[in-house]
């Protein structure tokens, strides 16, 4: 795919993409991403921007100069620069005659299927109105147990929620490197986020902004498993996306050939978790199979979890075998693990489904 050929772009912007090291916002570096933004509207092409920069901002209209403020404070300052952010955007959007909206996001909003759902809904009848959606997490309301804390997994999301064919990340690296030292080792495409890919990152040295090599590359697998390109690329030129086209200097992360539909697409991007179920041999050959899962076949459980909670089903080898939703608790199947289905009613004291997890909501990896 060529990126003047993708139907659907989120472009996510890195603080230090979108704030000077002086805490200035970069009006002008702005405009002329709009410029190539309005050449991405001429073509049909749909754009949505996941933004950074709230809690940069903030810290430089309250004078903070720490790093790394305490979570309780970011949030705080978060709401603060959230304003100067979004006031930014609309002034120079409006002066090109477009229009944005804004939405916050929390994990809540894309992990839940429901959710998910209902944001989908908005960016559609945003894209409708004409408005380009501006994208950040909701960092006044976040914890640390229920935050992204990274905006790539949460643009890699919103793209698999709207349905992009590709995610655009400018940040203040040129891509992935085989070797960090050596600038002529810019890998140019990746098919697979294996481990060897992971083993690139050296986890001490953060020279990559706030998130990270490491969620660009979790981000990557969202995207890939959810049939959408991603790429890293810098941002820190004028024209961004017209000199990424023109020197085509990139890593380009390539989907994974799917023909999951958009609800299985969900469940296998859902953002890792600890949630998980143990089978057997037997309930692991059911899966590979097409068949749901029953509670004769697991042996164990780790996480608390909730009905509906996307969790992992991990077989006898300890191999993951399968992303789904589980159609009972936690403490619900702790107590019925290895039981047979007719047993079911009465160890719980209450009517349920039969299957743990149905087969409609297993998809296997
Ligand atoms: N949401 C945070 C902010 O706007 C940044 C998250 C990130 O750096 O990826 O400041």
Not at 4 to 14: D, E, P, R, Y
Not at 48 to 75: C, D, E, F, P, R
Request: aromatic fraction near 6%.
């Amino acid at each position: 795919m060529q990126i003047n050929k993708a139907k659907k772009i989120v472009i996510k912007l890195g603080s230090s993409t979108i704030v000077d090291n002086k805490g200035k916002f970069k009006k002008k570096w702005l405009l002329s991403l709009i410029q190539d933004i309005k050449q991405f509207r001429k073509n049909n092409q749909e754009i949505v921007i996941v933004s950074s920069g709230s809690i940069a901002l903030g810290q430089s209209y309250l004078k903070i100069k720490n790093k790394k403020v305490k979570l309780q404070m970011s949030q705080a300052v978060a709401s603060i620069g959230q304003i100067h952010l979004i006031n930014e955007f609309q002034k120079l959007f409006e002066k090109n005659k477009i229009k944005i909206g804004q939405i916050l996001i929390t994990p809540d909003d894309t992990e839940q299927r429901r959710r998910a759902l209902n944001a989908r809904r908005t960016f559609e009848n945003l894209f409708k109105l004409g408005a380009i959606p501006v994208v950040n997490e909701n960092d006044t309301t976040a914890t640390s147990e229920i935050k992204y804390g990274d905006n790539d997994r949460l643009a890699a999301r919103v793209a698999q929620i709207v349905g992009a064919d590709l995610l655009i990340i400018l940040s203040d690296v040129d891509g992935l490197y085989k070797k960090i030292s050596n600038k002529k080792s810019l890998i140019k495409e990746v098919n697979d986020v294996n481990e060897n890919i992971f083993s690139l990152v050296d986890k001490k040295i953060n020279i990559f902004g706030s998130g990270g090599m490491l969620t660009k590359l979790e981000a990557a697998k969202i995207c890939m498993n959810a049939g959408c390109n991603m790429l890293i690329a810098n941002g820190r030129n004028f024209n961004p996306i017209k000199k990424i086209i023109s020197k085509k200097k990139y890593t380009w992360f390539k989907p994974k050939i799917s023909n999951l539909d958009a609800r299985k697409k969900w469940i296998i991007s859902s953002l890792s978790s600890f949630a998980k179920i143990y089978i057997d041999q037997g309930a692991s050959r059911a899966l590979k199979s097409g068949k749901s899962l029953l509670s004769a076949g697991i042996t164990k459980v780790a996480g608390n979890f909730k009905k509906g909670d996307n969790i992992i089903i991990v077989d006898n080898n300890n191999i993951h075998i399968a992303r789904a939703l589980s159609s009972f608790t936690s403490d619900e199947i702790n107590k019925i693990k290895g039981l047979q289905s007719n047993q079911i009613e009465n160890i719980l004291g209450y009517a349920t489904k039969s299957e743990i997890v149905h087969k409609d909501d297993i998809v296997v990896l």
